[in-house]
């Protein structure tokens, strides 16, 4: 199977195309009715997670509905600390909580349990063998900052502070906890890759928290070095960086980390991200999540400036940030028709 094949892997290799392939961020989700559905019978997203039928099934799911360009892995970037040796649970309506936090504790072990991982694997075996050809297979781990804001707090923060805190006060105890994410995340994605991914993505969801010489160390840095083990033992797989919300420090991100393809924010002006990054860079992105809520006029305006700023050069159509829930099915199907140009 060659990149020609499939078109969303051609783009990340740096081939323009006249119409944009796409996906969506969460796009397997609680806004899909048979996903609510599968969650229900087995109990959980956890249980979901490491059931690797059922996550197959999950990942194929959108796939099937809407004949997305890309599948992505259905998992999630909190099994990484519990591959580390925390534990991992979702309180209903709150979302992630990790156990011991290291806020609190000693300078931890964290001593990686890659056993953990292996359902990961299996699950993505499971949707290679029943994806269909053309349809390109993505990866994913969450980025070393993002990662250990999770791990320190022990949940979900407002402004990362008790990690901002860390990082400054106690570098050499932060950089202990980043490096242990480091090697485990480059095993991880090697691991997904030999299973059978096509690209992977790095999600760094906070790394807009940062001041720039907090971003240089803590964002720059790794996401670097986890990229350049990649390419060591992988340099035909594609990896998308997605840095959210960090502005005007993108041009530092791309360079830095030297991704092969770089996820926007809906924040990012289009234009401006055309002018300032790369002319051959392919770029993804970066509708606004809410803007797909709204749906009608407001939701075709917002498509067709992003399709007219990214036009001519390599674009995956994408959202900002990851779909939500209440997000109208008949909505992302008048989405896609406009990014494939199948309606007036
Ligand atoms: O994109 C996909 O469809 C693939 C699967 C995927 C999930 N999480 C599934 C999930 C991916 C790529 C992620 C990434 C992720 N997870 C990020 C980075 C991207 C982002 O959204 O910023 C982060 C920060 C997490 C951590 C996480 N996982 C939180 C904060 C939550 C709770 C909030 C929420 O959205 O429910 C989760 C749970 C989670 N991960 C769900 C899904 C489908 C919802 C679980 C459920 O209730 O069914």
Not at 46 to 70: H, K, M, W, Y
Not at 100 to 114: K, N, T
Not at 180 to 185: D, K, N, Q, S, Y
């Amino acid at each position: 199977m060659t990149a020609i094949d499939r078109p969303l892997l051609a783009v990340l290799k740096g081939k323009a195309r006249e119409r944009p392939p796409v996906w969506l961020m969460r796009q397997a989700g609680r806004y899909l009715p048979e996903y609510r559905a599968l969650r229900e019978q087995k109990g959980g997203f956890l249980e979901l997670v490491n059931d690797s039928e059922a996550a197959a099934e999950v990942t194929l799911q959108p796939i099937r509905r809407f004949g997305f360009d890309g599948a992505i892995l259905f998992s999630d970037i909190l099994i990484i600390p519990h591959a580390l040796g925390q534990d991992l649970w979702f309180e209903t309506g709150e979302g992630p909580r990790l156990a011991p936090r290291l806020a609190d504790s000693e300078l931890a072990e964290l001593v990686p349990a890659s056993a953990r991982l292996d359902p990961v694997y299996e699950t993505v075996r499971r949707v290679r063998a029943e994806l269909p050809a053309a349809t390109t297979f993505l990866g994913f781990a969450g980025s070393p900052w993002t990662v250990a804001t999770y791990m320190v707090a022990g949940q979900g923060s407002r402004d990362q502070g008790e990690t901002r805190r860390l990082a400054y006060g106690d570098p050499a105890r932060f950089t202990h906890i980043v490096d242990a994410i480091i090697a485990l995340t480059v095993e991880y994605l090697s691991g997904q890759i030999e299973a059978g991914v096509d690209a992977v993505q790095l999600f760094d969801s906070w790394a807009g928290s940062l001041s720039p010489a907090q971003f240089d160390r803590w964002v720059v840095e790794p996401n670097a070095g986890i990229v350049a083990a990649l390419r060591e033992r992988h340099p035909d797989i594609p990896v998308i960086g997605f840095p959210k919300g960090a502005g005007g420090k993108l041009r530092a991100y791309v360079e830095g980390v030297k991704p092969d393809a770089i996820g926007l924010d809906e924040t990012v002006d289009p234009h401006w991200a055309a002018e300032i990054l790369p002319a051959d860079l392919p770029v993804q992105g970066n509708l606004d999540p809410l803007a797909l809520i709204a749906g009608g006029a407001a939701l075709d305006a917002a498509v067709d400036a992003i399709l007219d700023a990214f036009a001519g050069r390599p674009h995956i159509f994408n959202l900002g940030h990851g779909i939500l829930p209440d997000t109208p099915i008949a909505h992302v199907e008048r989405l896609l028709d406009r990014v494939r140009g199948t309606t007036a």
